[in-house]
Every structure is written in structure tokens, then in C-alpha cells.
């Protein structure tokens, strides 16, 4: 697995100098929370009463509990305009009380909050939002001001000037704000950020945009599923956010977005409309033991091991010693999957505990595993030497 990045160092002002550390403690594990983009896009329900009912749902649903922690804003938060000062100035129609007082009431729910931007000259809606190419430093401060925990940086409008420079000021810049602040480099794989970015972001775009259907998960998941040797604690593969709930895919091929991303340790941003999902969405989102192999503090990308036919096998090393093992179907029809104690790395044994992570339920066995698999399915398991 590498372990350093080329040297992009750069000043502030985005010429040489000493480079600014960036903290990866911020991101031990892969960022959990929501973003409102998938859902709203930049229509018009994009607004306050939506981020406050979504922290407030956080809450009573037991999403914070779950690990759901970070509350993030998309495009269109603020005016086509800066003001007098060169400062984001907050649509005062969809947020009339301010950023601040948002974030505030975000932070009092023991939550964290998140905005985006553009490392370029506007932002990707065609409305055509400022962006912060240029305004690098005092973006960060504004943002830091708001007291954000996240940024989300996109790569719209760039003028064709170098990802690594853009990007890396303004990772100098927010270190240079004092506040600790997640940095999500939405570049979208086109400069393979995962050969530089690692010390830059915490975390970088692997893919495209994703779209609520079965194409588009299946395309993010292959181009993603590639890449497991550059992630890790810290430094993490993004295929982008999740469309559980939004209603493009079935409830089978949700269950794969979900079991996929985590597997392979990608972050786990909810981009439903939470006032509206239903209980089946929210069983898929809430299931703890899923997310628990996302968040294995051991944090390695989960990678197959085997593919044939549309036919994978999965395997991700958790920090106890098992192996979480996902089996998946990616054909149009039914299909057998196996594989073994031993295929998955797992030593020998007299017997291994095999925990269906789907079903809750517990087996043990003599170390194969098994299943007919769903068209477009995904069996979970963690797999375990008994004693």
C-alpha cells in the first residue's frame, strides 16, 4: 500500500514554500453523514427547514447513534454575488437566519456540519454561484468563521489550471484557518487523485457523479473496486454519495450500494430526503453491523478476490482478525456464489463462525461458504475461526 504522496507543497499565495500538514486523525475512519445534492440537486427544497429537520431526524432515528455524524450542505447555499468585501454571502431565501446560526443549531445536536464550494471560478449549478479559485484563503476563513467541520471541494469551471495547485492551496488554506476541518476533494478522478492527494484531502473522488440507477452503481462500483491499495486511515477512495431511498433502484440493488461502499471503505454520505424515507430505507441505513465493517478501525479497502462472469467475491481484513466477505451478483439472474475460510485469507481452523449480516443470524461451519445469490444481489457475511 503506498504510503506517501508525490511532494505538492505550496504556499499559501500558491507558490513554493513550506508545505502546511494536514491532520489525517481527522478521518480515522470513512466520513458518515448526509448531503443534500442527490435529493434536491438546486431546487428550491433546499432550504433551512430542510438541514434542521434532517439534524433533528439524526437524532430521533438513531442515525447518530449508528455513527451518521456529519450534516452537509451542496451547491446553491449562497448568492450569484459576493459582497462589497469579497465574501459568500447566504441565499437569505433559503437560509434567512444565516450560515452560522445553522451551523450552531447543527453543533448543539452533537452533530457536525459541512459546506461546499468550487476550485474554480463558479460552482457547478448553471446558476452560476462564485467559486473559490482565487479566493482560497478568505473562503477558509469565512467557512472557519461558520465554524464548518467539512468541506466538500468540486471541480467545476477551473480554467484549466493544475488540480494538484488548486487543490493543495486550498488545503493550505483551511490548515492555515487553526480549525480542524474535513477536506473532501470532489475532483472526480480525473487526474487520479489517489496518486497525489493523499496528505492534500482526506478523501478524493474516484469516479463521476453517481445517478439512481443500476447502470451508473455498477460503473462507480468497478472503477472504484480497483483502487483498494490507496485508502486507508485517514486517506480514502470516494465513489461518491449515496442514492439509498431516492427511489431509481430496488430495494436488492440498494442493499448492494450500501454493502458495496462499505466493503470497500467508502465514505457514507445519505443522499435521501430524510423527512420522507421509508422504514425499508432506513433498515438498510441503520444496520449497524454493516456499518461496522465500513468503520473497522483497521481501515482497509475491502477488494475482490475473485471475479468471473459477473460473479465477485469481496474480502476486507477487519482489525479482529475476521474477514468481512461480501458476495455479489451483478447478472440479471439468480447465481451460486462460494468461496472458503482458507480463499479469504482466514487461518485454519476446526470450525468458522459465519454471521449473515443481512439477517442477523449466526452459523457455524467447516469453513465454505455458500449462497444463491439475487440478480443484482449482495450476500455480507463476517467470517470468523471459531475459538
Known amino acids: 500500500m503506498p504510503d506517501s504522496a508525490p511532494s505538492v507543497s505550496s504556499s499559501p499565495a500558491g507558490g513554493t514554500g513550506p508545505s502546511r500538514t494536514l491532520d489525517l486523525s481527522l478521518a480515522p475512519t470513512p466520513p458518515m453523514g448526509w448531503n443534500n445534492w442527490n435529493t434536491t440537486n438546486d431546487g428550491p427544497e433546499f432550504d433551512e427547514e430542510m438541514v434542521l429537520a434532517t439534524a433533528d431526524f439524526f437524532v430521533s432515528s438513531g442515525l447518530k447513534d449508528a455513527g451518521y455524524e456529519y450534516v452537509n450542505l451542496d451547491d446553491c447555499w449562497a448568492l450569484p454575488e459576493r459582497d462589497e468585501h469579497g465574501d459568500l454571502v447566504p441565499d437569505p431565501v433559503r437560509f434567512p437566519h444565516g450560515i452560522k446560526a445553522l451551523a ?142 431516492n427511489g431509481g433502484m430496488t430495494d436488492t440493488e440498494y442493499r448492494t450500494h450500501f454493502g458495496l461502499w ?84 482466514l487461518p485454519e481452523a476446526a470450525s468458522y463462525e459465519v454471521r449473515d449480516l443481512w439477517a442477523h443470524t449466526t452459523e457455524k461451519g467447516g469453513g465454505s461458504l455458500a449462497q444463491n445469490v439475487p440478480a443484482h444481489g449482495t450476500a455480507l457475511y463476517r467470517v470468523v475461526a471459531a475459538g
Open 104 to 245: 450552531d443549531y447543527v453543533h448543539s445536536k452533537g452533530l457536525k456540519f459541512g459546506i461546499y464550494t468550487s476550485a474554480g471560478s463558479h460552482t457547478c449549478s448553471p446558476i452560476g454561484f462564485p467559486g473559490a479559485l482565487d479566493h482560497e484563503e478568505q473562503d477558509a476563513l469565512l467557512f472557519a468563521s461558520y465554524e464548518v467541520d467539512y468541506l466538500k471541494y468540486d471541480n467545476c469551471h477551473n480554467e484549466g489550471r493544475d488540480a494538484v495547485q488548486r487543490y493543495t492551496r486550498m488545503r493550505d488554506a483551511l490548515v492555515a484557518t487553526g480549525r480542524p476541518i474535513v477536506y473532501s476533494i470532489c475532483e472526480w478522478g480525473q487526474n487520479d487523485p489517489w496518486t497525489w492527494a493523499k496528505g492534500v484531502g482526506h478523501l478524493w473522488r474516484t469516479t463521476g457523479d453517481i445517478s439512481d440507477n443500476w447502470a451508473s452503481l455498477l460503473k462507480l462500483t468497478k472503477q472504484n473496486m480497483v483502487l483498494a491499495e490507496y485508502a486507508g486511515p485517514g486517506h480514502w477512495n470516494d465513489p461518491d454519495m449515496l442514492e439509498v431511498g
Open 262 to 345: 462499505a466493503i470497500m471503505a467508502a465514505p457514507l454520505l445519505i443522499g435521501s430526503d430524510l423527512r420522507r424515507v421509508t422504514p425499508e430505507t432506513m433498515e438498510i441505513l441503520v444496520n449497524t453491523e454493516v456499518i461496522a465493517v465500513d468503520q473497522d478501525p483497521l481501515g482497509v479497502q475491502g477488494a475482490p478476490i475473485r471475479s468471473e462472469g459477473g460473479l465477485h467475491v469481496f474480502v476486507k481484513p477487519l482489525a479482529d482478525g475476521s474477514r468481512a466477505v461480501a458476495l455479489f451478483n451483478e447478472t440479471d439472474e439468480a447465481a451460486d456464489i462460494s468461496t472458503s475460510a482458507a480463499e479469504v485469507g
